[in-house]
């Protein structure tokens, strides 16, 4: 029945209500910690803050994201969801030709990597 609602629920408003309600709820556990909701939720609007004073996203714009799987991937996804932006999903493990043309693919706007990458 969700998906059949207009306007749609989207994951961004299932977290939210999650958030809302159950903000202490654990969210993620990666190595040794654990992120609630409300750390989640709070670390999301601190990152689309930035990416919006600082690198000017609008919405409806296309940023690819190029990072490991670690808890920073799931507050970047929700900023960017946030702000209305799409995220196109890089995977860090692939180089060369593939990541060219994976990034010709998307279109973006701007690339978000770690450090490392």
Known sequence: ???NRRPAVTLLDVFQEHARRRPRWPLLRFQDEVYTYEDVDRRSNRAARLFSRRLGLQPGQT???FLPNEPAYVWTWLALAKLGCLMACLNCNVRGR???HALAAARAALVLASPGE
């Open 1 to 3: 029945r969700r998906l």
């Open 63 to 65: 940023v690819a994201v």
């Open 98 to 100: 593939a990541l060219q």
